[in-house]
Nanobody, 123 residues
Framework: QVQLVESGGGLVQAGGSLRLSCAASGRTSSSYSMGWFRQAPGKEREFVAAISWSGGSTYYADSVKGRFTISRDNAKNTVYLQMNSLKPEDTAVYYC????????????????WGQGTQVTVSS
């Protein structure tokens, strides 16, 4: 019903910035709450950020608060993750997710997922 495609990942030096995009398509995709998750090698997938359908409410993991910013442009059916002051520990595959419910940090409540985009931060 909803398809998500991430882009913008790549290699960046520590302290640098990167902007991820997630393009959504399908039925009324702009009405979905959106989230970003990430998974590093050997670790479980963790919550990064989430945003309500209106963009009025945002939520962040403590590890990225103050450095990352989630936003959305419903006219373009796209959600963004602006990542500043990147650290080597931010290296992971980043996933975009969508839910018809209110934004949540629980990945089990997101039925729709993208395939992920690799972010590598070198020291």
């Amino acid at each position: 019903q909803v398809q998500l495609v991430e882009s913008g990942g790549g290699l960046v030096q520590a302290g640098g910035s990167l902007r991820l995009s997630c393009a959504a398509s399908g039925r009324t995709s702009s009405s979905y709450s959106m989230g970003w998750f990430r998974q590093a090698p050997g670790k479980e997938r963790e919550f990064v950020a989430a945003i309500s359908w209106s963009g009025g409410s945002t939520y962040y993991a403590d590890s990225v608060k103050g450095r990352f910013t989630i936003s959305r442009d419903n006219a373009k059916n796209t959600v963004y993750l602006q990542m500043n002051s990147l650290k080597p520990e931010d290296t992971a595959v980043y996933y975009c997710a969508a839910t018809i419910s209110l934004p949540t940090t629980q990945e089990a409540r997101y039925p729709y997922w993208g395939q992920g985009t690799q972010v590598t931060v070198s020291s």
